[in-house]
């Protein structure tokens, strides 16, 4: 045998930091893309991306629903 192999708990430990990591990555994108939506294109202000992500990391929760509603409402030519 290989000294090499995980055994099954390390395995799985892997694979949920592995799922936590993408979650994260998701969270930071989405979050940056609808504060930075929210604010240039109601707000008319443009801050640096990094600033949106860390806006996005509190307020990601109430910004990614405004901010798709709204930019379906736009795309339809209701706003």
């Known amino acids: ?3 090499n192999r995980l055994n099954a708990s390390e395995a799985t430990s ?6 936590w990591i993408v979650l994260l ?3 930071l994108a989405l979050g940056g893309w609808s504060v ?13 991306f990094i600033f949106d992500t860390i806006i996005g990391l509190f307020i990601a929760e109430v910004s990614v629903p405004v901010a798709v509603i709204g930019a379906i409402l736009r795309h ?3 706003l």
């Open 1 to 3: 045998m290989s000294k």
């Open 14 to 19: 892997l694979g949920g930091c592995g799922c």
């Open 25 to 27: 990555v998701f969270n």
């Open 36 to 48: 930075n939506y929210l604010l240039q294109w109601w707000f008319e202000k443009n801050i640096p």
């Open 76 to 78: 339809f030519g209701v």
